[in-house]
């Protein structure tokens, strides 16, 4: 079996000495990182390439291999942003706070690094290269294990980042990827304890359960995207279609893409239409509830299951519902925590819905797709978090952070 121990041992060193690298040789590292994914792009299409024709022959969905695709235009897309890494304020050493104590002791409390943070995700290649520019970044070693259908770009990415990260006078271990993709080594990685200091899943509700059930090292869960669109009464219908689309079609395969809608019965008859026949342009499949039918002949039946399912495919629920507080109820039945949304014209409705919805991000009037650390103002991210404990909505570089306590004294004594 593939022994994950030595990864380990050489994470740890490498995070030793990240751990007290400056911002300025950690930039110097990441800029050669990317100018080495646009110098070797040749290489690492060539790879994906390998992975696209064997994901062709397992028949994956066009949406997979859509994750799955690299271009040229998308390789410079991911040098850009371990660019934009590379200059974002760096959260190492930054003070969170600072206090003299009555006896005189002097408390400081810091941003430090994590130390090694496990990556482990599926189908998608750039993932390779922004985890590893953010981990870097905060000053953590990074161990990534991506899924089999792109284990050859992700071989690829690797290696130009190892040779650029040597180059620029930074430790080839500070980034290592498990070239065993096999589950054995899936489960092996979320049981590294004692050298994984916390371990994100990155992808689908499949993945994320079974690090949840089988990790033994800390897991921050990232990902499942059941998110909704609440169409309220009050609400500008042609706002709510285009929110609709967007939210829907730009980008069906991601987490932060809608899977259901809700729609006020006082308004159904009217709006339902508008939106069928803006989904049209994408050829979304509809599955709606027995209402929705009435108004949509051409609808697919939805079954239970389908509230539940994040499709990441052209393929939309709609549910008719009785007003807000059924919408509400509907969402924390079937919803992920991940973005939720309400159209809608009336202030008390939108208070009331970002009131009592529990999610990491809350819109009103605005597409789901936002839920993004980058659209967000805050940066490149790793994810984002539906959970509560020490992160949740988009993580940057702050999240990949843990903390220290200094405390300076002059001989007290307890």
Not at 16 to 24: D, Q, V
């Amino acid at each position: 079996m593939y022994d994950l121990i030595p990864l380990g041992k050489r994470a740890k060193e490498a995070a030793r000495i990240l751990a007290t690298t400056s911002t300025s040789q950690k930039n110097k590292a990441l800029l050669c990182v990317a100018d080495a994914l646009v110098s070797q792009m040749d290489s690492i299409l060539t790879a994906n390439h390998q992975d696209l024709d064997a994901g062709r022959e397992a028949g994956l969905r066009p949406s997979l291999l859509d994750r799955l695709s690299l271009s040229e235009d998308r390789i410079r897309g991911m040098a850009e942003g371990v660019r934009k890494v590379a200059a974002l304020p760096d959260p190492v050493g930054q003070q969170l706070e600072g206090k003299t104590l009555e006896n005189g002791l002097k408390m400081t409390k810091i941003r430090v690094p994590m130390g090694v943070i496990g990556i482990i995700y599926e189908a998608r290649p750039n993932v390779t290269s922004d985890a590893a520019a953010l981990c870097i970044k905060a000053g953590n070693a990074v161990i990534l294990r991506g899924g089999k259908e792109a284990f050859h770009s992700n071989l690829a990415i690797c290696r130009v980042m190892r040779d650029a990260f040597q180059q620029a006078g930074l430790p080839q271990d500070c980034v290592q990827l498990i070239e065993d993709t096999s589950r054995e080594t899936a489960t092996a990685l979320m049981r590294l304890n004692g050298y994984l200091d916390v371990l994100i899943p990155r992808g689908g509700g499949g993945l994320i359960r079974s690090v949840v059930e089988n990790a033994t090292v800390p897991v921050i869960e990232t990902g499942v995207g059941n998110c909704h669109v609440y169409v309220e009464h009050t609400a500008d219908l042609h706002m709510a279609t285009d929110i609709i689309f967007n939210a829907k079609t730009s980008r069906p395969s991601v987490c932060n893409a809608i899977e259901t809608v809700l729609v006020d019965r006082e308004i159904a008859s009217q709006a339902l239409p508008m939106i069928y026949e803006k989904l049209k342009e994408k050829s979304v499949e509809v599955r709606g509830c027995p209402e929705t039918l009435q108004i949509l002949p051409d609808a697919v039946p939805a079954s239970e299951e389908d509230w539940g399912t994040e499709y990441l495919d052209y393929i939309l629920s709609v549910k008719v519902v009785d007003g807000i507080d059924e919408a509400i109820d509907h969402i924390t039945q079937y919803g992920s925590g991940h973005s939720e949304c309400i159209v809608t014209s009336n202030y008390f409705a939108a208070q009331t819905f970002t009131d009592h919805v529990d999610a990491a991000a809350v819109y009103v009037n605005a597409s789901t797709r936002f839920t993004d650390g980058e659209q967000l103002g805050m940066g490149a991210e790793i994810g984002i978090s539906t959970q509560k404990l020490h992160a949740r909505g988009p993580m940057g570089l702050p999240e990949l952070t843990t903390c220290k306590f200094i405390i300076q004294g002059c001989g007290q004594i307890r």
